[in-house]
């Protein structure tokens, strides 16, 4: 087990050092951060000095490594708007981000799961296709337009939920702003999460439908059949367990990347997290905000991606844990 | 009355490309603790016979026709409910490959005990004690260690070890066993097949043993059917058909035995190969591969023949003893 941690541990180290290279190098790219800074009446003398003096004309390596010192301390830089440590301004916004995606996360594994085998299990009833098929439109179309699509009918025609804002929050744990704990909270929730799980989801019903089919066409499955076991031990017991695995290492990546979506849905729900900052920090051209938001992001998937695979050594019995029982 | 009796079993597959027969004109039965052997090349249809009987066909497959009476009842019209409290309580499977057979994700323990709680009333403690009590008669060293282990912590002599003892939990009528130890390293071979034949022996367990190794069937079998391309193409005492097969093609698989070779000459393989279902010759489905080949090989299925103790379907076997019935009554009028 700690062998195991260290052996994370060294790895999340060099992907958060790459990630950090890769985000700090493309701020050359972005265009002059001095014209967001500062008016167009300041002479070009003057700019340059401000240049010398942000060390904005140092060697790269130079800058890089000024900026790893830097980071390591847990400073990112300044926001160029809001002439805030970008760190936390970003972390201001991460709750409302990561309560998007858990409400997503949820959904996706609330459906999922049963859609999933009953469509494996009777892949021939008119329900499995209804929801094969479903499962393919929610692929193709793209996540604006459904996020659009609920807005219109679920806001505009029927009224019944808001359209944008995260509502009404309580303050948890002090720093925490959260939208599950009052009824406003959660209605907000309801059309963001739907939009943000609506790629996701379809992809995770027929993952699972796939490899369950697999499953149960594997021998194992046949002895326990065999065996005169009943239906449903064989179906979730022996079944599912086995289907799980590979899906549960294939959801850990999708979850690091549903943080990525949220961009999208952020900005047509006027969700005030990361992704709806990091857009308005492109616009700006507030590189340390961009920064920042690309090492944050990259953290939350070097993190969920070690979770997952801990929960998978533990619940898979064939992967050595050194010191797991 | 037998312990089993299978009538006029006709199995089909339902593909895409059309319906295909896998089995047909499947008769035979099989007395209580009996040893009955099935052999045949591979794709003759020897495991699809073992799913049948425990009417486990797996999603084309289906049972289109025939009986498959188990002590007077048809297991092939047996409601789902009916066929679980059967099998793996009155009849038992053994699979080939016990790499394969085990699910990798439930302890060894957790695989016997839900097995006996399946069939039996019992609490889970006695279950596992009864689980313990078998991996010993199976001979697993410290089997209270080996009960709450996975499988891939185990090699793949002692999986088969174990899935002899689920196998046998429920002290069964029949075992199934399908090839048990092809899948085996040959070092370890016939210690398994030995353990297995021993207990069923002890515990008068009908075993229909099906392998494609007409040697160990000659050595442990009292009787034995021959398959090829879904028909049992000749059945009799064993001890008749190794010392005189009728059907040219279970000559062939004598002749090709190692035991049967002239030291210093390659095997006598029989010329060819089974055909595919989609793809079986009319008339004797053997006739592009026999040497003995008739006309009416080629247009007619050939029927089953007396012979002896055996029953034979052959057009060449159906002439001769004709012939020999003809001049035993020229004999007879003289
Ligand atoms: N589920 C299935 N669907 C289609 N064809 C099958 C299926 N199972 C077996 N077969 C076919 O049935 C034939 C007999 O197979 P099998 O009983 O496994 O042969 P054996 O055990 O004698 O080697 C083979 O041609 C095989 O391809
Ligand atoms: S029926 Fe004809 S082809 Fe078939 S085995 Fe007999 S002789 Fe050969
Ligand atoms: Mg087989």
């Known amino acids: 087990m700690i062998a195991f941690l260290i052996k994370r541990v060294v790895q999340a180290i060099i992907v958060m050092f790459v990630i950090s290279l890769v985000s700090f190098s493309i701020q050359d790219n972005l265009g002059d951060p001095l014209r967001e800074l500062v008016g167009q009446s300041v002479s070009e003398a003057e700019r340059q000095e401000l240049r010398d003096e942000m060390g904005l004309n140092d060697p790269f390596l130079v800058q890089y490594a000024r900026f790893a010192k830097n980071a390591l301390q847990g400073d990112l830089g300044t926001s160029y708007f809001f002439k805030e440590p970008a760190l936390e301004v970003i972390l201001k916004k991460l709750p409302a981000t990561l309560e998007l995606v858990l409400g997503a996360t949820l959904i996706i594994m609330l459906l999922s799961v049963p859609l999933g085998v009953y469509s494996a299990i009777k892949p021939y009833s008119l329900f499995s296709r209804a929801v094969m098929g479903f499962s393919i439109i929610g692929i193709s179309v793209p996540v604006f337009l459904t996020a659009i699509g609920l807005i219109y009918l679920f806001s505009i025609e029927l009224g019944w939920m808001p359209s944008f804002g995260r509502g009404e929050t309580t303050q948890i744990l002090g720093f925490w702003g959260s939208g599950f704990f009052t009824a406003d909270g959660l209605a907000h929730l309801v059309l963001p999460c739907i939009s943000l799980a609506s790629i996701m989801l379809p992809l995770f019903i027929r993952l699972i439908r796939a490899e369950m089919m697999e499953v149960l066409q594997s021998e194992y499955v046949k002895f326990a059949w065999a065996k005169g076991l009943s239906p449903r031990r064989i179906y979730f017991l022996h079944a599912l367990k086995n289907t799980m695995l590979p899906v549960i290492t294939v959801g850990g990546v999708q979850i690091g990347t549903m943080v990525a979506y949220t961009i999208l849905t952020e900005t047509v729900f006027q969700w005030p997290g990361m992704g709806f900052l990091f857009l308005e920090a492109v616009n700006r051209v507030d590189t340390p905000l961009i920064v920042a938001y690309l090492i944050v992001v990259g953290a939350i998937f070097v993190v969920t991606n070690t979770l997952v695979d801990l929960i998978y050594g533990l619940v898979n019995p064939t992967v050595k844990l050194a010191g797991k029982k | ?334």
């Open chain 2, 1 to 334: 009355m037998a312990l089993l009796e299978v009538r006029n079993l006709d199995v089909r597959f339902g593909l895409r490309s059309g319906e295909v027969q896998a089995l047909r004109d499947i008769n035979f039965s099989l007395e209580r603790g009996e040893r009955l052997g099935v052999v045949g090349e591979s794709g003759a249809g020897k495991s699809v016979l073992g799913f049948s009987i425990l009417n486990l066909l797996s999603q084309p497959g289906y049972i289109a026709g025939g009986e498959i009476l188990f002590e007077g009842q048809n297991l092939a019209a047996m409601s789902p409910k009916q066929l679980r409290s059967i099998r793996g309580n009155r009849i038992s499977m053994i699979f080939q490959d016990p790499m394969m057979t085990l699910n990798p994700v439930l302890t060894i323990g957790q695989q016997m005990v839900e097995c006996l709680l399946a069939h039996r009333k019992i609490s889970r403690k006695d279950a596992r004690r009864i689980a313990l009590q078998k991996l010993k008669q199976v001979q697993i060293p410290s089997p209270e260690t080996r009960i709450d282990q996975y499988p891939h912590e185990l090699s793949g002599g002692m999986r088969q070890r174990i899935v002899i003892a689920i196998g046998l939990l429920m002290d069964p009528d029949i075992i199934i066993a399908d090839e048990p130890t092809t899948a085996l390293d040959v070092t370890i071979q016939a210690e398994i097949m030995d353990l297995m034949l021993e207990l069923c022996e002890r515990n008068s367990v009908a075993l229909i043993l099906i392998t494609h190794d007409l040697g160990i069937v000659s050595q442990v079998t009292r009787r034995a059917m021959v398959m090829y391309a879904g028909r049992i193409i000749e059945q009799g005492p064993t001890r008749e058909i190794i010392n005189d097969a009728q059907h040219p093609y279970t000559q062939g698989l004598m002749n090709a035995l190692p035991q049967m070779a002239i030291p210093g000459q390659r095997l006598n393989q029989i010329r060819g190969s089974m055909p595919p279902l989609q793809n079986i010759p009319t008339g004797c489905a053997f006739n592009p591969r026999c040497d003995y080949v008739l006309d009416v090989c080629h247009r007619e299925l050939p029927g089953f023949t007396r012979s002896g103790g055996c029953k034979v379907a052959c057009h060449m076997v159906a002439q001769m003893k004709l012939e020999e019935e003809a001049a035993v009554h020229a004999l007879e009028v003289k």
